[in-house]
């Protein structure tokens, strides 16, 4: 790891730090609660803080491992449908299980629960492979047919989703964070552990398989010739980035742009490649970057007294990772 790289790692590593203490603060004083309540206080404050933590991972190694195996600098979970996908299959479990037992929004099972982990997966893995059939012309993957039809794909999912929601009971009120991302306030310890799980897992091949991606990312020919099994790397990081995808909707709904953005700084702040480093450093860099980004974004929004309600994260991506994906695109094109 060049000096440089380490210095960028260690910043981010103590933005990461002060971003936990900001939310942690957010949220008002607690002197005049009882301490058994103040304890409970504390308690929420830090499961939601490890929720975004874990969610702003996710999406952030997906981003990079589909980016390097796709060749393609616009490659994200949310503008591929990964993310759009598994909220898709969530919203459609839910109106399955709605409309079987005749529940109202009371007690429909809008919450986040265990068994939406699965619909999530199959929904995630599904976009993206109809994403990747699409977009291949005569047997090669088009990199500006991908981004578009991608971002299809996810408009239609997106549309879909608000469609499930307004034929549930009551129109699905609870179900809302589906459409625009935000930290569950009833996410349990058992699926934080196994959504966490999932990301760690993430982290660690993205590190063992860092070499591997720097090869894949001159291309194929180059992979093979210095023995990478390119078509087992790209299965297996595809079914990480979907997993990794699926168990942050689960969580947080779809949060978009966190993927695409947290890469591109990760490189900007780390170099274009170590003399030993490459996917490696870029790797850890945008899992504290993702990280860094959700828990300061929540403690925002958490902050903003909004009389129509806590406004969702998924705006807060939107308006950053809006222009930044219009500057990127024009710099690809320019460079095409």
């Not at 969610?55 to 490659?75: C, E, F």
């Not at 695409?260 to 990760?266: S, Y």
Request: charged share 10%; with cysteine; glycine share 12%.
């Amino acid at each position: 790891m060049s000096s440089r790289a380490a210095i960028a790692i260690g910043v981010l590593v103590l933005v990461l730090i002060g971003a936990v203490a900001l939310r942690l603060g957010v949220g008002g004083s607690l002197d005049s609660l009882p301490e058994a309540a103040r304890g409970q206080v504390w308690i929420l404050r830090e499961q939601r803080a490890l929720a975004a933590i874990v969610v702003g991972m996710s999406l952030a190694i997906g981003g990079v491992m589909l980016q390097s195996l796709l060749r393609n600098p616009l490659a994200s979970p949310d503008l591929l449908g990964l993310s759009s996908g598994a909220a898709l299959a969530v919203m459609l479990a839910m109106y399955l299980a709605a409309t079987w037992t005749g529940s109202s929004t009371e007690s429909a099972p809008y919450s986040v629960a265990g068994w939406h982990a699965g619909p999530a997966l199959l929904g995630s893995i599904a976009a993206l492979a109809l994403v990747y059939a699409l977009s291949q012309r005569r047997g090669l993957v088009d990199p500006p047919t991908l981004v578009l039809i991608g971002v299809i794909v996810s408009i239609m999912c997106g549309a879909a989703t608000m469609l499930l929601q307004h034929l549930m009971p009551d129109r699905g009120i609870g179900a809302a964070r589906l459409l625009m991302g935000a930290i569950s306030d009833d996410v349990t310890w058992p699926q934080l552990a196994a959504v966490g799980g999932i990301a760690v897992i993430g982290l660690g091949a993205g590190l063992w398989a860092g070499p591997a991606m720097d090869a894949a990312a001159m291309g194929d020919d180059e992979a093979v010739s210095v023995g990478v099994p390119l078509s087992r790397l790209r299965l297996a990081l595809f079914i990480l980035a979907g997993a990794m995808t699926a168990g942050a909707v689960v969580i947080a709904g779809p949060i978009g742009f966190v993927g695409l953005i947290c890469p591109h700084l990760a490189r900007l702040l780390t170099g274009r490649r170590g003399a030993s480093a490459g996917h490696r450093v870029l790797v850890l860099a945008s899992a504290l970057l993702g990280a860094s980004l959700i828990v300061a974004a929540d403690a925002l929004v958490k902050s903003l007294d909004l009389a129509s309600g806590r406004l969702p994260i998924g705006v807060l991506t939107a308006l950053l990772g809006g222009p930044a994906f219009i500057v990127l695109l024009r710099r690809t094109r320019a460079m095409a």
